[in-house]
């Protein structure tokens, strides 16, 4: 079965630069979370949308921005990177935003940043 | 505000059985999840509770009491890959973003 495809796998950016991470996912979900992970820590909500608009934001640092396009896939966007922007940053996905099945999100298998 | 509470870390041995406990308080409250994180790699989902009971599901099982605001992880049979992080996840009634918890590192020794 088709998963939540993240894209890249790995990267590596130095301080002060841009990043893009992308999220596709899993066919007819309509709900996407984004989630960052430091090392030793639990997953922190960043931002989610529905339907291609916002539905949530969370702890997401204004150097950040977010959209999710017609086809459903999102991009998170990074700016002037800081040392503690590395983390791993995972995407979930769902079928709708409220009203879930009784099943957990999945998620993909994230994009690890490394900022030197 | 949000709070989530799980044992920071737990050793059990190969064979036996390991309860993983998980409390929590929050302002809203759409169900609970338990994941399962080895390192480095994405959460895996494990389980689900919206209504108080016990849910089982192979050798994992988890309960959830609501008016106790507390939950636990039942494994069972325990094998050497089961090491790994459990997490505990509240889903938030508004938009159903998950909250979780700092996670339980359990260690299954031989």
């Known amino acids: 079965a088709a998963g939540v495809i993240q894209s890249p796998r790995h990267l590596i950016k130095e301080k002060r630069e841009t990043a893009t991470l992308k999220c596709y996912p899993i066919p007819r979900h309509d709900t996407v979370y984004w989630y960052q992970q430091g090392p030793g820590q639990d997953p922190q909500f960043l931002i989610s949308?529905?339907?291609?608009?916002?539905?949530d934001k969370g702890s997401i640092p204004d150097r950040f921005s977010a959209q999710q396009f017609s086809d459903y896939h999102s991009e998170l966007n990074m700016s002037s990177l800081e040392l503690g922007d590395s983390a791993l940053y995972f995407c979930?996905?769902?079928?709708?935003?409220?009203?879930?099945?009784?099943?957990?999100?999945?998620f993909g298998s994230g994009t690890r940043l490394t900022v030197v | 505000g949000q709070n989530i509470d799980q044992p920071t870390e737990m050793t059990a041995t190969e064979g036996a059985i390991v309860q993983i406990n998980c409390t929590y308080q929050t302002s809203g409250f759409n169900g609970l999840f338990w994941y399962q994180q080895h390192a480095g790699e994405a959460p895996t989902f494990l389980s689900y509770?919206?209504?108080?009971g016990l849910e089982e599901k192979g050798r994992f099982s988890s309960f959830l009491s609501r008016s106790k605001g507390y939950s636990y992880l039942l494994l069972k049979e325990l094998q050497m890959k089961d090491s790994a992080s459990y997490l505990c996840a509240v889903r938030d009634q508004n938009g159903g973003k998950l909250i979780f918890g700092q996670g339980t590192e359990l260690s299954v020794k031989p």
């Open positions: 949308f529905y339907e291609k608009m916002q539905s």
């Open positions: 979930a996905s769902s079928l709708g935003a409220i009203d879930l099945p009784a099943y957990g999100y999945t």
């Open positions: 509770n919206v209504l108080d």
